[in-house]
């Protein structure tokens, strides 16, 4: 810690926020202690930085000279109106809910952020009782690395470039960023690819660097993240399945599926007229195990099973969460399903003989 | 700690103290979350602090020994700072993603105290408070909304849920204790009677939810987890299992927690990682459909190997074929 230093720019902002009116900078080099003994260069390195502090703190820091007797040189002024925190006023039960949100951020710099926005509402007459509502545990996780960088690079408006799991250096002006299932994504324009895009936090493989100066561009008025979040969701489905489900299993499968109507244990659909269903039902007694076509239209399945219509749009999603079940659940239809269940059953059925031998 | 941060802290601490005059050492350090050290620190800044000038009369004024001996602060003339600073963006976003999650496991009364907060809380800041969000995995809303009001009015719930790792639903009395979101998903920790023991319940999985009349009994024996260590913490005692991982299977190093990683010449990775129930690893491994396999404990694998040989057979004796 620096108390020297902290001294010196609180001893600034109290300067700069009494005055009323804009102070030059030779006024500031006298009155504020911290500055006295630097020389010009250091002084003026070091107000310059001082400043940046500040306004990174959200204090609004004017400049102007409106003095006629300093219109040489810029003043500065704070007000107070523009450095205050507005009125607000929460009622108790408000104000319960806004104390549970100092044990959300499960991230060191995150927690201290919400923490200093708790502290600003205490300082404002705010109660938040942070012991209420115990049996309420949110909390927001962040392990990515690159996290805190492409945060702060967000709030700032900072253009930033990182490298990718595919190896490409990506620069990107970063317009927010989401979280799903967990994971987090930043969403913005890539400079390099001329388009919106959005990229896995965790799969950015350096920490991300900053390539221009604060508020370096506009963030679009009408950007949705939500429905920028919305397009990583599995795609509306366009196929549908025909899966026989043990009863009871697969719960997943089942809910996303209509249940075909029972026929008794015979599962087998009504006949389809022409020629392109590939297979001629036989009649339901003499149906046996050998009687299947590719089409899995007229398996006797043994009992227990109900068949199930669910939809899709890719065959590989699926087919894992089929083979997750392994014989729990039977793909009847489409055959190019079954052949990518199947292929993987082998896989993982080999690899145990493999394992074994 | 930084400067930048007992700068802005200092901002804040300066209006709380002329609000709560005489408050105690203990009491403002647990509101700005800091140890007593550090508060005494900050105040030993503060009085050096005041008006351009610096005379006696211009310096903040603390009471030293009220702090030494009563252990109370009484600070004054600084009557230009009576306001905090207002929020930053920072502050405002990292202050409304925690409340817009703890809204997803809030019920239904809660739930409009916070909306109305988050309304005044947007009013004050009054900027880009839409540049984040988290999505919560809750389930459906009223399931959601049932659970969370059993938990607030302390009933009963009758609960059908499905059992992940065994791919099963099943239907069970509980006793909500406490909802929690972690990793993007919420949670019910619930004395289960079925099970006779504590058990977690995710809320995207519950198929149904009534609340029932019975009050919950008092389970004052019951611990229930820390989370502050995630997932990971819980999962320390639990056997590790070690992976070898086909390049197109690499996303599971990336998406459970992993105790190591290393790259192989093939490109594919050897992951270890912690696993409790050995359902869950013979799912995994039958998903991942010849992407995984299980080097580490022996056997480890089999089981998923002999429920692939299972459906196969299934498939050849029901006349189906790839």
Same mark, same amino acid.
């Given at each position: 810690?620096?108390?020297?230093?902290?001294?010196?720019?609180?001893?600034?902002?109290?300067?700069?926020?009494?005055?009323?009116?804009?102070?030059?900078?030779?006024?500031?080099?006298?009155?504020?202690?911290?500055?006295?003994?630097?020389?010009?260069?250091?002084?003026?390195?070091?107000?310059?930085?001082?400043?940046?502090?500040?306004?990174?703190?959200?204090?609004?820091?004017?400049?102007?000279?409106?003095?006629?007797?300093?219109?040489?040189?810029?003043?500065?002024?704070?007000?107070?109106?523009?450095?205050?925190?507005?009125?607000?006023?929460?009622?108790?039960?408000?104000?319960?809910?806004?104390?549970?949100?100092?044990?959300?951020?499960?991230?060191?710099?995150?927690?201290?952020?919400?923490?200093?926005?708790?502290?600003?509402?205490?300082?404002?007459?705010?109660?938040?009782?942070?012991?209420?509502?115990?049996?309420?545990?949110?909390?927001?996780?962040?392990?990515?690395?690159?996290?805190?960088?492409?945060?702060?690079?967000?709030?700032?408006?900072?253009?930033?470039?990182?490298?990718?799991?595919?190896?490409?250096?990506?620069? %990107?002006?970063?317009?927010?960023?989401?979280?799903?299932?967990?994971?987090?994504?930043?969403?913005?324009?890539?400079?390099?690819?001329?388009?919106?895009?959005?990229?896995?936090?965790?799969?950015?493989?350096?920490?991300?660097?900053? %390539?221009?100066?604060?508020?370096?561009?506009?963030?679009?008025?009408?950007?949705?993240?939500?429905?920028?979040?919305?397009?990583?969701?599995?795609?509306?489905?366009?196929a549908t399945a025909t899966l026989a489900i043990r009863t009871g299993k697969a719960?997943?499968l089942r809910?996303?599926g209509t249940l075909r109507p029972e026929r008794g244990t015979d599962l087998r659909p009504e006949p389809v007229e022409g020629p392109s269903t590939g297979s001629v039902p036989t009649d339901a007694t003499a149906s046996g195990p050998n009687d299947a076509t590719d089409s899995g239209d007229s398996v006797q399945l043994p009992a227990g099973f109900e068949v199930f219509e669910v939809?899709f749009?890719?065959v590989?999603?699926i087919a894992?969460?089929v083979c997750?079940h392994a014989a729990d659940v039977v793909v009847l239809d489409p055959p190019e399903l079954r052949k990518a269940v199947m292929a993987g059953l082998s896989?993982?059925g080999?690899?145990?003989?493999?394992?074994?031998? | 700690?930084?400067?930048?941060?007992?700068?802005?802290?200092?901002?804040?601490?300066?209006?709380?103290?002329?609000?709560?005059?005489?408050?105690?050492?203990?009491?403002?350090?647990?509101?700005?979350?800091?140890?007593?050290?550090?508060?005494?620190?900050?105040?030993?800044?503060?009085?050096?602090?005041?008006?351009?000038?610096?005379?006696? =009369?211009?310096?903040?004024?603390?009471?030293?020994?009220?702090?030494?001996?009563?252990?109370?602060?009484?600070?004054? /003339?600084?009557?230009?700072?009576?306001?905090?600073?207002?929020?930053? /963006?920072?502050?405002?976003?990292?202050?409304?993603?925690?409340?817009?999650?703890?809204?997803?496991?809030? =019920?239904?009364?809660? +739930?409009?105290?916070?909306?109305?907060?988050?309304?005044?809380?947007?009013?004050?800041?009054?900027?880009?408070?839409?540049?984040?969000?988290?999505?919560?995995?809750?389930?459906?809303?009223?399931?959601?909304?049932?659970?969370?009001?059993?938990?607030?009015?302390?009933?009963?719930?009758?609960?059908?849920?499905?059992? #992940?790792?065994?791919?099963?639903?099943?239907?069970?009395?509980?006793?909500?204790?406490?909802?929690?979101?972690?990793?993007?998903?919420?949670?019910?920790?619930?004395?289960?009677?079925?099970?006779?023991?504590?058990?977690?319940?995710?809320?995207?999985?519950?198929?149904?939810?009534?609340?029932?009349?019975?009050?919950?009994?008092?389970?004052?024996?019951?611990?229930?987890?820390?989370?502050?260590?995630?997932?990971? #913490?819980?999962?320390?005692?639990?056997?590790?299992?070690?992976?070898?991982?086909?390049?197109?299977?690499?996303?599971?190093?990336?998406?459970?927690?992993?105790?190591?990683?290393?790259?192989?010449?093939?490109?594919?990775?050897?992951?270890?990682?912690?696993?409790?129930?050995?359902?869950?690893?013979?799912?995994?491994?039958? +998903?991942?459909?010849? =992407?995984?396999?299980?080097?580490?404990?022996?056997?480890?694998?089999?089981?998923?190997?002999?429920a692939a040989r299972e459906a196969l057979d299934q498939y050849a004796a029901l006349g189906l074929t790839a």
């Amino acid at each position: 810690m620096a108390p020297r230093k902290t001294e010196r720019i609180l001893n600034l902002t109290i300067c700069l926020l009494v005055s009323g009116r804009f102070v030059p900078k030779s006024r500031i080099r006298d009155a504020v202690e911290g500055y006295h003994d630097l020389s010009d260069g250091a002084f003026e390195r070091t107000f310059e930085r001082d400043k940046d502090e500040l306004r990174a703190l959200g204090v609004p820091i004017e400049v102007g000279s409106f003095d006629p007797l300093f219109d040489d040189e810029p003043g500065y002024r704070i007000l107070p109106s523009e450095f205050e925190l507005p009125a607000i006023d929460l009622d108790p039960e408000e104000a319960a809910v806004v104390g549970v949100a100092a044990r959300v951020w499960q991230h060191a710099s995150m927690a201290e952020s919400t923490q200093s926005a708790l502290a600003k509402l205490r300082a404002a007459g705010i109660e938040p009782d942070t012991s209420q509502l115990a049996d309420l545990q949110p909390s927001v996780q962040a392990s990515e690395p690159a996290f805190e960088a492409l945060w702060n690079a967000v709030i700032t408006r900072t253009r930033v470039s990182f490298t990718y799991r595919d190896g490409a250096v990506r620069t %990107v002006e970063p317009w927010g960023m989401t979280s799903r299932k967990g994971r987090w994504y930043v969403i913005g324009w890539d400079l390099d690819r001329k388009a919106e895009r959005m990229f896995k936090v965790s799969r950015i493989s350096d920490q991300p660097r900053r %390539v221009s100066r604060a508020g370096a561009y506009d963030v679009p008025d009408d950007v949705d993240l939500r429905r920028l979040a919305r397009s990583l969701a599995p795609p509306e489905p366009t196929a549908t399945a025909t899966l026989a489900i043990r009863t009871g299993k697969a719960p997943s499968l089942r809910r996303r599926g209509t249940l075909r109507p029972e026929r008794g244990t015979d599962l087998r659909p009504e006949p389809v007229e022409g020629p392109s269903t590939g297979s001629v039902p036989t009649d339901a007694t003499a149906s046996g195990p050998n009687d299947a076509t590719d089409s899995g239209d007229s398996v006797q399945l043994p009992a227990g099973f109900e068949v199930f219509e669910v939809g899709f749009s890719d065959v590989y999603p699926i087919a894992e969460e089929v083979c997750r079940h392994a014989a729990d659940v039977v793909v009847l239809d489409p055959p190019e399903l079954r052949k990518a269940v199947m292929a993987g059953l082998s896989a993982v059925g080999d690899v145990g003989e493999e394992l074994r031998a | 700690m930084t400067s930048q941060a007992q700068v802005r802290r200092l901002l804040s601490l300066v209006p709380y103290l002329r609000e709560h005059d005489g408050a105690k050492l203990t009491d403002v350090a647990e509101a700005f979350g800091i140890s007593v050290k550090t508060l005494r620190d900050d105040l030993n800044v503060l009085w050096m602090c005041g008006m351009p000038g610096l005379t006696p =009369g211009d310096l903040i004024d603390i009471d030293m020994d009220a702090v030494e001996t009563e252990g109370k602060i009484h600070l004054s /003339n600084a009557d230009y700072l009576p306001r905090p600073l207002r929020l930053s /963006n920072d502050e405002a976003l990292a202050l409304m993603l925690a409340l817009r999650t703890l809204r997803e496991i809030a =019920g239904p009364g809660r +739930r409009d105290a916070i909306d109305r907060a988050l309304v005044k809380l947007e009013a004050a800041a009054g900027g880009q408070t839409t540049r984040a969000e988290v999505s919560v995995a809750a389930g459906r809303e009223e399931i959601q909304a049932r659970v969370a009001d059993g938990l607030q009015r302390g009933k009963r719930l009758d609960l059908t849920y499905d059992v #992940a790792s065994r791919a099963e639903t099943t239907r069970r009395l509980v006793d909500p204790l406490r909802l929690f979101v972690l990793d993007g998903a919420s949670y019910l920790d619930a004395w289960c009677y079925l099970a006779g023991d504590l058990r977690t319940f995710r809320l995207d999985r519950m198929a149904a939810v009534e609340v029932t009349d019975v009050d919950v009994d008092p389970h004052p024996d019951v611990v229930l987890k820390d989370l502050s260590g995630g997932w990971f #913490a819980s999962l320390a005692d639990a056997p590790l299992v070690t992976l070898e991982l086909e390049p197109w299977s690499s996303w599971v190093a990336e998406y459970y927690p992993t105790e190591s990683v290393s790259s192989r010449p093939d490109g594919g990775l050897t992951v270890s990682l912690r696993v409790s129930d050995p359902a869950w690893l013979t799912g995994l491994v039958l +998903r991942l459909g010849g =992407g995984a396999k299980v080097v580490a404990p022996p056997g480890a694998g089999e089981s998923a190997a002999e429920a692939a040989r299972e459906a196969l057979d299934q498939y050849a004796a029901l006349g189906l074929t790839a």
